[in-house]
C-alpha cells in the first residue's frame, strides 16, 4: 500500500488533472495514516481483541482501494489512500496473534516472515505497479488492491481465532488524540521538508509542534491510569533501545531499495545509470523479495539458537556491508543486483529479530500496542531516509544532456549513510542488555548461553 503508486506520480499530474504538489499527497496521506492509525489498532487489539481489529484493519484497506478505483477526483483518491494506510497495522496485529495462539516452535517463523513482509510488500509493489501501469489503467492496481484485501478479510474471519489475551480497562481517547496530532505533525515535517524547504516557516513550526506535543502527551501518559501507550514499559532498556535501533534499520533497508531503483533508471550518460525502464528495473529488483522470503525463516533459527538480539547484530551488519557495496556504484547489472540482494538478507534478518525482542521485553497484556510501536519506529527510519535521499539528491546535482540530475556523489553520500545507520543499529543491538518482564512469555525457545 505504501508504494504502490510511487512509480505513477510522475503522471499522475496529467492523469487527474492536478499539480504534483497535490500528487504528493497520495503518498503522505498513507504514510500519516498507517503511522497514526497503528498504535491506534494496537492498542484497541490488546484492549478489544486483536483479531476483531485486524477485521477492522483489512475492511478499512478493502474499502479504500474500492473507492481509489472509482475516485472521480484527485481529492477522493487522496481519500482513499488515508484508508490504505490501515495496512500497516495489520503486520503488529498478524504478530500478536501468532504470538498468542501459535505453538512456541512455530512462533519465531512466524514472526519473521510477517515482520519481514514490510520488505517484501514494498519490493513487489514496484515493478507490479509499473507493469500494470505500462498495460492497462491505474485504476486496476486499486480494484486489485480490493480484491485481495476483501479475500483477506473472509479468509482471517474464517481460520484465525481471537487471541484469549486481553488488557481490559478503558480506552486512553485524549491520549490518542494526542498521539495522533504530535504524529502528523512530525511526518508531514519530514515527509515535505525537501519540498517546503528545511529552513521554512512551516516546517519548522511543525518541528516545533511535534516536540511540544510530544513532551505534553508523555507528561500527560505518565499520569493516566491506563495510558494509549505505556511510556514506563516503552522506557525499559530491551524496548527503548530496540525501537531506537529500528529507527536506524529502518532507514538503512529503504535506501537500497529506493534509490536502487533510482540508479537502475537514471541514464547511461550519467555515468552511473543503467537506462532501464520502470519494469525492467523492478524486475531486476524482484530478487530482493524472494531473498527477504528465504532468509526469515532463517533469522527465526538462528533467533532461537542464539537469541534475537544476535540476529539483529548479524542482520544490521550485513545490511551495512550492502549498503557498502552500493556506495561503491557497481558497473553492471548483475553486481547492483548482488549487492541488493545481500543488503535485503540483512534486513530480513533484522526485520525479523526485532518484534521477537520487543516481545521478549513486555508483557503479553501489551504485545500489540508495542509491536506497533515498534513498526511506527521503523516506518519513521523509511520516512526519514526519504527526506535524505530527497534533500542529497537535489543538492548534488551535475548537468546531463541539459538535464539536472543527481550526481554519482548524491547517491555515495545515500549509501554511506545507510550503512552508517545500520552499523549504529548493530552497536546498539549490542550493547542492548536483555531485560526480561514478568508475564512476558518468551516467543522463541531461547537457551540458556543466549543470555
Same mark, same amino acid.
Given at each position: 500500500?505504501? &508504494? ?16 504534483p504538489? &497535490? #500528487? ?29 481489529m ?16 472509482v ?50 510488500g514494498?519490493?513487489? =509493489? ?19 488492491? =480490493? ?52 529552513a521554512?516557516?512551516? #516546517? ?7 516536540? #511540544? ?6 507528561r ?12 514506563r514499559?516503552?522506557?525499559?532498556? &530491551? ?5 531506537v535501533?529500528?529507527?536506524? &534499520? ?38 530482493i ?21 544476535? $540476529? ?72 526519514s ?7 542529497? $539528491? ?6 546531463v ?23 549504529v543499529?548493530?552497536?546498539?543491538? =549490542? ?8 508475564g ?12
Amino acid at each position: 500500500m505504501q &508504494t504502490l503508486v510511487v512509480p505513477l506520480l510522475p503522471r499522475f499530474p496529467r492523469l487527474l488533472s492536478a499539480s504534483p504538489a &497535490t #500528487v504528493a499527497w497520495l503518498v503522505t496521506a498513507t504514510l500519516v495514516a498507517g503511522a497514526v492509525g497503528a498504535p491506534l489498532l494496537g492498542r484497541l487489539g490488546d484492549m478489544y481483541g486483536k483479531r476483531r481489529m485486524l477485521l477492522v484493519a483489512l475492511a478499512l484497506v478493502s474499502v479504500g482501494s474500492a473507492l481509489g478505483a472509482v475516485a472521480p477526483d484527485v481529492g477522493v483518491l487522496i481519500a482513499a489512500r488515508v484508508l490504505q494506510g490501515a495496512a500497516l497495522g495489520v503486520v503488529p496485529l498478524g504478530i500478536s496473534i501468532m504470538r498468542d495462539l501459535l505453538p512456541a516452535d512455530r512462533v519465531g517463523s512466524g514472526v519473521a516472515l510477517m515482520s519481514s513482509s514490510l520488505g517484501i510488500g514494498g519490493a513487489i =509493489a514496484l515493478p507490479l505497479t509499473g507493469l500494470v501501469a505500462q498495460e492497462a489503467s491505474w485504476r486496476w492496481l486499486f480494484a486489485g488492491a =480490493a480484491v485481495v484485501g476483501a479475500l483477506q478479510f473472509l479468509l482471517v474471519r474464517a481460520v484465525v481465532s481471537e487471541s484469549p489475551t486481553r488488557t481490559g480497562g478503558r480506552f486512553d481517547l485524549l491520549g490518542a488524540l494526542g498521539l495522533a496530532v504530535a504524529l502528523v505533525c512530525l511526518l508531514l515535517a519530514v515527509s515535505k521538508g525537501a519540498e517546503w524547504g528545511w529552513a521554512s516557516a512551516g #516546517v519548522l513550526g511543525l518541528l516545533v509542534a511535534a516536540a #511540544v506535543l510530544f513532551a505534553a502527551w508523555s507528561r500527560y501518559e505518565l499520569r493516566t491510569r491506563s495510558p494509549m501507550v505505556d511510556l514506563r514499559v516503552s522506557a525499559r532498556p &530491551t524496548v527503548l533501545w530496540t525501537n531506537v535501533a529500528s529507527i536506524a &534499520t529502518g532507514f538503512a533497508m529503504f535506501a537500497s531499495f529506493l534509490v536502487t531503483t533510482q540508479i537502475l533508471q537514471a541514464p547511461v550518460a550519467t555515468g552511473y545509470g543503467f537506462g532501464l525502464s520502470l519494469v525492467a528495473a523492478g524486475v531486476v529488483l524482484l530478487p530482493i523479495g524472494g531473498a527477504m522470503s528465504i532468509f526469515s525463516p532463517v533469522s527465526a533459527r538462528i533467533s532461537a539458537r542464539y537469541g534475537p538480539r544476535t $540476529t539483529l547484530v548479524l542482520g544490521t551488519t550485513v545490511l551495512a556491508a550492502g549498503n557498502v557495496g552500493l556506495a561503491t556504484l557497481p558497473g553492471s547489472v548483475p553486481l547492483v543486483l548482488a549487492a541488493s540482494t545481500v543488503a535485503a538478507i540483512g534486513a530480513a534478518l533484522a526485520y525479523s529479530a526485532l518484534p521477537l525482542l520487543i516481545m521478549n521485553g513486555v508483557p503479553s497484556t501489551e504485545t500489540a500496542a508495542a509491536n506497533s510501536l515498534n513498526t511506527l519506529m521503523r516506518m519513521l527510519g523509511t520516512s526519514s531516509c526519504s527526506a535524505v535521499v530527497a534533500a542529497v $539528491t537535489t543538492g548534488l546535482t551535475a548537468s546531463v544532456a541539459g538535464r539536472e540530475l543527481p550526481s554519482a556523489s548524491a547517491y555515495v553520500v545515500v549509501f554511506l549513510a545507510a550503512a552508517g545507520a545500520a552499523a549504529v543499529a548493530a552497536l546498539i543491538a =549490542a550493547l542492548t542488555p536483555r531485560s526480561p518482564v514478568a508475564g512476558a512469555a518468551a516467543p522463541v525457545p531461547v537457551p540458556a548461553r543466549a543470555a
